[in-house]
């Protein structure tokens, strides 16, 4: 497979820009989606940035070693983080799917990585792959929305191609969905006192987004659980398709942070609907999450299941 693979932000939308072009975001979004997405994004940052920061978002598809359209929402995830960016000046963001760009003497330049829907295997250069994850174990950030993390670098139904990677992230999903997208979850708010979630209703709260199930090497002895489904408050017909572990511990993660070395990681498995990028409340999450990684938003990472 070539080492440098350039999928445009605008794949899923069946068009290619050059990559310089890339930093201006979904410029594919229509205008009254735009309008939305504009009108939720933070007025502020929830931590002043120790130094101008720089995050380059990454949007590659890989299936089967070719470069394919992905989801529909990841014009308006990557306007989201430009625009979320612009306005509090929390970060800039650099969009281009050049893995070439994860080479050691390049990745330097970035603070953090944003995983935005990544799909699949991105690249097989282990040199890459390495550079990657020695990023972020020596101190840089990293973040992933929704497939970004459970469904990249693995190829169904092959789990253990890049196994370092779901041991970074925290976890690799099944890729069963017991909920359809457009059915209503309830999210509960782990800690409503903690940085990443102060922002919500500690009663919780209700959205529609595709659920992942996750299994190894996810565990609460790992990750620290931020957001998750209540199960209690949420349709749990055992004819949907539940992983036996889940459904017997009824553990739904929907967003976590972790360290990784000297590193700090932000996954949410939020972002496969558009509107998970039209919502204040999310979009603070969000925020938060990635001035986490980014290093200036002091955060509590201790493994939920070592906390009481």
């Not at 939305?36 to 380059?56: C, D, F």
């Not at 993390?149 to 779901?166: H, I, L, M, N, R």
Request: glycine share 8%; hydrophobic share 40%.
């Amino acid at each position: 497979m070539k080492q440098i693979l350039l999928a445009m932000t605008t794949l899923a939308l069946g068009a290619a820009l050059a990559a310089e072009d890339l930093p201006k975001g979904a410029i594919e979004t229509s205008p009254e989606d735009r309008q939305k997405v504009e009108a939720a994004i933070p007025t502020a940052a929830p931590a002043p940035p120790q130094k101008p920061r720089l995050m380059l978002v990454v949007n590659l598809n890989v299936r089967k070693g070719e470069v394919r359209g992905g989801h529909s929402s990841i014009p308006y995830g990557n306007l989201a983080l430009e625009l979320m960016g612009k306005r509090t000046g929390a970060y800039e963001t650099l969009v281009s799917d050049d893995v070439e760009l994860w080479r050691s003497e390049s990745i330097r330049r970035f603070d953090a990585i944003c995983f935005m829907n990544t799909v699949g295997v991105l690249t097989e250069d282990a040199e890459l792959r390495e550079s990657l994850l020695s990023f972020v174990r020596e101190g840089g950030g990293f973040v992933a929305f929704h497939a970004g993390g459970g469904a990249t670098f693995v190829e169904w139904p092959v789990y253990d191609q890049f196994p370092e990677f779901g041991e970074m992230v925290g976890g690799y999903e099944n890729g069963g969905h017991p909920w359809a997208p457009d059915e209503p979850i309830t999210i509960r708010v782990e800690d409503e006192s903690h940085p990443l979630t102060r922002m919500f209703d500690p009663s919780g709260f209700v959205v529609e987004d595709e659920v992942f199930q996750f299994q190894d090497p996810y565990s609460r002895e790992k990750v620290r659980v931020l957001l998750s489904i209540d199960t209690d408050r949420t349709d749990m017909n055992p004819e949907r398709r539940f992983l036996p572990e889940r459904a017997a511990d009824r553990d739904f993660p929907m967003s976590w942070i972790k360290t990784y070395g000297k590193g700090r990681v932000f996954y949410t498995s939020f972002g496969h609907n558009t509107h998970m990028y039209q919502d204040r409340k999310l979009l603070e999450h969000y925020l938060a999450g990635i001035q986490y990684a980014l290093g200036d938003l002091e955060a509590d990472a201790t493994p939920s299941a070592g906390v009481e």
